[in-house]
């Protein structure tokens, strides 16, 4: 039920736990210039890639002309590169570039440095339990998406 105090504290909780890695590791104005919609895009090209344009534009939560557009700014970026697919050479797959590559993996690193303390206060069970947890919670927003 969306709206109940637990999920609105939970909400807060993530939030704040995101900030405070955020502010520890580098805001959205370290690195390269990029919209939130951009980074998104690099962030599950980096995760999933290489996809097709529609594929991305689904795991994003948004339009293909919006994920177009984002791709467009990557590429220019030398972030992400697009090929013909082997199986069809109409179609283009869309995969994260040696460089966006190491700026993914630079940001990873960073964020596991300043996440490991935070961690490290949790016993392993604890650990394997909010593990767990999160993926469930991932999962199921991610099977309600609008197809």
Do not use: C, H, W, Y
Not at 27 to 36: I, K, V
């Amino acid at each position: 039920m969306a709206g109940t105090p637990d999920v609105e504290l939970l909400l807060r909780e993530l939030g704040q736990l995101i900030r405070q890695l955020t502010r520890l590791v580098g805001g959205a104005d370290d690195g390269p210039p990029m919209t939130a919609t951009q980074r998104i895009a690099l962030v599950e090209l980096g995760d999933e890639g290489p996809l097709r344009l529609n594929d991305l534009a689904k795991r994003m939560g948004t339009s293909t002309p919006t994920a177009s557009r984002s791709v467009d700014t990557l590429e220019a970026l030398g972030l992400v590169t697009r090929a013909p697919e082997s199986s069809d050479r109409r179609a283009l797959s869309i995969d994260v570039s040696a460089r966006g590559r190491d700026l993914l993996d630079d940001r990873l690193r960073r964020a596991a440095e300043a996440f490991e303390p935070a961690a490290a206060t949790l016993t392993a069970a604890d650990r394997r339990e909010l593990l767990t947890l999160l993926r469930r919670m991932t999962d199921a927003l991610r099977s309600a998406r609008p197809s």
